[in-house]
Protein backbone atom coordinates (compact mmCIF):
# COMPACT_ATOMS: atom_id res chain seq x y z
CA UNK A 1 0.00 0.00 0.00
CA UNK A 2 3.02 2.39 0.68
CA UNK A 3 4.45 1.77 -2.59
CA UNK A 4 1.68 2.98 -4.14
CA UNK A 5 2.12 6.50 -2.81
CA UNK A 6 5.61 6.72 -4.00
CA UNK A 7 6.55 6.71 -0.62
CA UNK A 8 9.17 4.47 1.24
CA UNK A 9 9.34 3.34 4.64
CA UNK A 10 12.26 3.24 6.95
CA UNK A 11 12.80 0.06 9.05
CA UNK A 12 14.64 0.85 12.23
CA UNK A 13 16.39 -1.60 14.20
CA UNK A 14 15.06 -0.25 17.76
CA UNK A 15 12.83 2.29 18.90
CA UNK A 16 13.83 5.55 19.39
CA UNK A 17 12.45 8.90 20.05
CA UNK A 18 11.51 10.74 17.18
CA UNK A 19 12.58 8.02 14.47
CA UNK A 20 15.12 8.76 11.64
CA UNK A 21 13.92 12.16 9.61
CA UNK A 22 12.90 14.01 12.88
CA UNK A 23 16.40 13.25 14.81
CA UNK A 24 18.38 14.30 11.81
CA UNK A 25 15.86 17.51 10.86
CA UNK A 26 16.23 18.76 14.53
CA UNK A 27 19.66 18.26 14.76
CA UNK A 28 20.30 20.12 12.16
CA UNK A 29 17.95 22.53 13.02
CA UNK A 30 18.88 23.04 16.73
CA UNK A 31 22.59 24.13 15.27
CA UNK A 32 20.73 26.83 12.98
CA UNK A 33 18.93 27.91 15.74
CA UNK A 34 21.69 28.43 17.96
CA UNK A 35 23.54 30.49 14.77
CA UNK A 36 20.87 32.49 14.26
CA UNK A 37 20.14 33.47 18.36
CA UNK A 38 24.20 34.01 18.20
CA UNK A 39 23.76 36.37 15.14
CA UNK A 40 25.96 34.42 13.21
CA UNK A 41 23.54 34.26 10.22
CA UNK A 42 19.91 35.18 9.52
CA UNK A 43 16.89 32.96 8.99
CA UNK A 44 16.90 33.54 5.35
CA UNK A 45 20.71 32.60 4.82
CA UNK A 46 19.79 29.18 6.98
CA UNK A 47 17.03 28.78 4.49
CA UNK A 48 18.79 30.09 1.30
CA UNK A 49 21.97 27.23 2.23
CA UNK A 50 19.58 24.46 2.50
CA UNK A 51 17.60 24.75 -0.57
CA UNK A 52 20.96 25.74 -2.56
CA UNK A 53 23.76 24.10 -0.67
CA UNK A 54 22.71 21.36 1.50
CA UNK A 55 19.82 20.42 -0.18
CA UNK A 56 20.36 19.45 -3.56
CA UNK A 57 23.46 18.08 -2.90
CA UNK A 58 21.75 15.51 -0.55
CA UNK A 59 19.27 14.74 -2.92
CA UNK A 60 21.69 13.76 -5.38
CA UNK A 61 24.29 11.96 -3.42
CA UNK A 62 22.41 11.43 0.20
CA UNK A 63 24.47 11.98 3.71
CA UNK A 64 26.50 9.28 3.34
CA UNK A 65 27.41 8.75 0.03
CA UNK A 66 28.16 11.97 -0.43
CA UNK A 67 31.33 11.86 2.69
CA UNK A 68 32.31 8.33 0.59
CA UNK A 69 32.75 10.65 -2.50
CA UNK A 70 34.20 13.57 -0.59
CA UNK A 71 36.56 11.14 1.35
CA UNK A 72 35.64 9.93 5.07
CA UNK A 73 39.22 11.14 5.97
CA UNK A 74 38.19 14.64 4.93
CA UNK A 75 35.07 13.49 7.35
CA UNK A 76 37.10 12.74 9.82
CA UNK A 77 39.34 15.80 10.13
CA UNK A 78 36.72 18.29 9.83
CA UNK A 79 34.66 16.57 12.65
CA UNK A 80 37.32 16.54 15.14
CA UNK A 81 37.68 20.35 14.14
CA UNK A 82 33.72 21.35 14.52
CA UNK A 83 32.14 18.85 16.37
CA UNK A 84 33.63 19.97 19.69
CA UNK A 85 32.55 23.83 19.19
CA UNK A 86 28.56 22.66 18.31
CA UNK A 87 26.51 23.57 20.27
CA UNK A 88 25.71 20.49 22.74
CA UNK A 89 23.12 21.63 25.44
CA UNK A 90 20.43 19.42 25.47
CA UNK A 91 17.81 21.94 25.82
CA UNK A 92 15.10 22.88 23.35
CA UNK A 93 16.12 26.56 21.52
CA UNK A 94 14.45 29.56 23.55
CA UNK A 95 14.13 31.36 20.87
CA UNK A 96 11.89 28.69 19.31
CA UNK A 97 10.08 28.49 22.68
CA UNK A 98 9.57 31.74 23.34
CA UNK A 99 8.02 32.49 19.22
CA UNK A 100 5.20 30.06 20.59
CA UNK A 101 4.62 31.09 23.90
CA UNK A 102 4.18 34.87 21.98
CA UNK A 103 1.89 33.44 19.34
CA UNK A 104 3.77 33.78 16.31
CA UNK A 105 3.45 29.60 15.41
CA UNK A 106 4.09 30.09 11.46
CA UNK A 107 1.37 30.44 8.85
CA UNK A 108 -1.36 29.69 11.12
CA UNK A 109 -1.37 33.27 13.10
CA UNK A 110 0.51 35.16 10.56
CA UNK A 111 4.28 35.07 11.67
CA UNK A 112 6.67 32.77 12.82
CA UNK A 113 10.57 33.24 11.54
CA UNK A 114 8.62 35.03 8.71
CA UNK A 115 5.71 37.23 8.28
CA UNK A 116 3.23 35.99 6.63
CA UNK A 117 0.54 38.65 6.94
CA UNK A 118 -0.79 39.89 3.61
CA UNK A 119 0.71 37.02 1.66
CA UNK A 120 -1.23 34.30 -0.28
CA UNK A 121 -0.08 31.15 1.84
CA UNK A 122 -2.13 28.33 -0.40
CA UNK A 123 -0.05 29.95 -3.22
CA UNK A 124 3.17 29.31 -1.71
CA UNK A 125 1.88 25.50 -0.57
CA UNK A 126 0.78 25.08 -3.69
CA UNK A 127 4.21 26.47 -5.36
CA UNK A 128 6.17 24.16 -2.82
CA UNK A 129 3.84 21.21 -3.66
CA UNK A 130 4.67 21.64 -7.35
CA UNK A 131 8.36 22.20 -7.22
CA UNK A 132 9.36 19.40 -4.71
CA UNK A 133 6.62 16.85 -7.31
CA UNK A 134 8.95 17.84 -10.43
CA UNK A 135 12.05 17.53 -8.27
CA UNK A 136 10.90 13.82 -7.23
CA UNK A 137 10.00 12.99 -10.45
CA UNK A 138 13.46 14.12 -11.89
CA UNK A 139 15.45 12.11 -9.29
CA UNK A 140 13.26 9.11 -10.11
CA UNK A 141 14.58 9.27 -13.28
CA UNK A 142 18.12 7.19 -12.53
Not at 41 to 56: N, Q, S
Not at 98 to 121: E, H, I, L, S
Request: charged content about 20%; hydrophobic content about 45%.
Amino acid sequence: ALAGTGKHSIVLNKPVIGFLINRLQHAILHEAYYMIEEGIVTVEDVDHFARWGFGPRMCVTGLLEQKDISGVNVTAAAQRSIVPDLHHNQTPCGMVQDMVANGDWGVATGKGFYDWQGRDVAARKAEAADKLARLLALLGED
